[in-house]
């Protein structure tokens, strides 16, 4: 299930779970078959079509039939236990597939292959490939290594590389929405994440590249782009931390600035963005948003904890105070911008104040939607090293549903309040649900359903909301 189509029964979104990606005919065969399979964040689906992209090149065609591969690579997640441990599971029902077929090269990419390394390789034995977020380049070489009888590993971070001469293939592509990266890694150390570690130092994309491709996009017919990047607000071109210009001779771009560059390509480009940090996002950004219609109303600002005790301790680089003085901003520029979050409970030394303060601080923002988790140490994270992971399972547990279960109330309540209302719906393509029926969002990112009509994926309609679940709203084109 994806990040952005959320809410289904499910309440705590996990990372997205394993999905096997897959697009049409390559340039010139080599006749090599590729299985991509992805977890976790946006950004790992993103970059599994840079990983496509590199590899069609080559000649591989992709499939979502594992039986016919030749080459299986997990494109993983490592941010919490869990999401490591499914993917080791599936690890090991390939290395059973490899005892039948030999010739199968099992690689592991992204997060997980940046934290363990060669231990993959060597100590539990499960991979033939190990390549890190920024070596996709190299895989054509790392494959060849593989079939030469070696194990390969590349794992080096940089602090250049945005593949940002590479056009990614767009698998499982709707046609309608794509995501585009704009920047990667992350030089946050919120205490609690393991990002910096695997995903390396920040940097971010030349901002014409970024225009080029949602120009690109929107020729092929795709009516939204999602800029992408573990901390937006921080995109920079040609600007130190501090602001200052870096070469007087190009010109300086910040991230309203880009904002502003790809809502210019069309109007009827809509412009979607994750993920927002707090302490980061100026009213500049709002400013910009409020003016462009086709910049979705819709931002995703993790709060993480609504105590200031605990935030100092996630090494946030924000109070409670300051949290809420952000709130207040996008309210007072966008009435009705709709607002998501992440929530952590019992991380280190969290009290039951502490978790007080999360639920009132919920209640004062009453979020569309939360991401709701457990904390999960990670090793080599600053928490795990200088703080014990001393809140009891149950207690993580207990706080965890009562944080979710707020959420599930204030989701009804923003769904009730839009029940009357119209919105202007992008068209996403048919529901789960029914053929008779599309599915779109409005811009507030709510997933709306309506009857089929003569309309088509691609268009927008208004749509009039006429009843919802704390799930979904249903609704009834409104003619003119
Ligand atoms: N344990 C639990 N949740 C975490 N996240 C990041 N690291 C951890 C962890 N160690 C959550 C944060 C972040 C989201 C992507 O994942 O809420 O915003
Ligand atoms: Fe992790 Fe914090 Fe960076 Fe997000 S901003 S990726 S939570 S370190």
Redesign the pocket.
């Known amino acids: 299930m994806s990040n952005t189509a959320l809410f289904g029964d499910k309440t705590i979104i996990e990372?997205r779970q394993g999905e096997a990606m897959e697009m049409e005919g390559p340039v010139a065969s080599n006749g090599k078959k590729l299985f991509l399979e992805s977890y976790g964040?946006q950004m790992n689906f993103s970059d599994s079509e840079i990983v496509a992209s590199v590899l069609i090149r080559e000649g591989y065609t992709t499939t979502k039939n594992e039986d016919e591969a030749d080459v299986v690579l997990l494109n993983t997640c490592s941010?919490?236990e869990n999401a490591e441990q499914r993917v080791r599971n599936r690890l090991t029902e390939f290395k059973k597939r490899k005892e039948n077929k030999p010739s199968l090269v099992v690689g592991v990419l992204g997060c997980m292959a940046e934290r363990l390394k060669t231990n993959l390789l060597e100590e539990e034995k499960l991979v033939d490939l190990v390549a890190g977020p920024d070596a996709y380049r190299d895989l054509p070489n790392l494959i060849t290594e593989v079939e030469g009888g070696q194990k390969a590993v590349n794992v080096l971070l940089s602090r250049e590389e945005t593949y940002a001469d590479i056009s990614p293939v767009r698998l499982d592509q709707n046609g309608v929405t794509a995501f585009i990266s704009i920047m990667r890694g992350c030089d946050n150390m919120?205490s609690?994440?393991?990002?910096p570690f695997t995903r390396g130092r920040e940097r971010s994309r030349d901002p014409h590249t970024i225009v080029e491709e949602a120009q690109e996009l929107f020729d092929k017919g795709y009516r939204e782009v999602t800029l992408l990047g573990q901390n937006v607000d921080s995109y920079r071109w040609n600007l130190t931390k501090k602001g200052e210009i870096e070469n007087p001779e190009k010109p300086t771009v910040n991230f309203a600035q880009l904002l502003e560059m790809v809502a210019l390509v069309d109007p009827e480009l809509r412009i979607r963005f994750s993920?927002s940090h707090p302490k980061d996002m100026t009213d500049e950004v709002l400013m910009t948003m409020a003016k462009y219609k086709n910049i979705c109303e819709y931002i995703h600002l993790?709060v993480?904890s609504g105590s200031t005790r605990v935030l100092e301790k996630m090494n946030r680089g924000y109070s409670r105070e300051w949290y809420i003085d952000r709130i207040d901003a996008i309210r007072k520029y966008m009435p009705n911008c709709a607002i998501s979050t992440?929530?952590?409970t019992g991380?280190c030394t969290e009290t039951d104040e502490d978790h007080q303060d999360t639920l009132s601080l919920m209640d004062y923002v009453q979020y569309e939607y939360a991401?709701m988790?457990?904390?999960?140490?990670?090793p080599k994270?600053l928490?795990e090293r200088k703080y014990e992971d001393d809140v009891p399972e149950e207690a993580k547990q207990k706080r965890l549903l009562e944080v979710i279960d707020k959420q599930q109330a204030h989701s009804l309540m923003r769904n009730e309040q839009a029940v009357g209302k119209v919105y202007e719906v992008l068209i996403e393509g048919t529901s789960k649900r029914s053929d008779d029926q599309l599915f779109g969002r409005n811009s507030q990112n709510a997933v709306i359903i309506f009857p089929k009509g003569d309309l088509q994926k691609g268009q927008y309609v208004n749509v009039r909301v006429v009843s919802c679940t704390a799930a979904t709203l249903l609704g009834e084109v409104v003619v003119d």
């Open positions: 990372e964040c941010i919490r919120c609690f994440c393991v990002v993920t993790p993480q992440d929530i952590i991380f991401y988790f457990k904390y999960s140490e990670r994270t928490a």
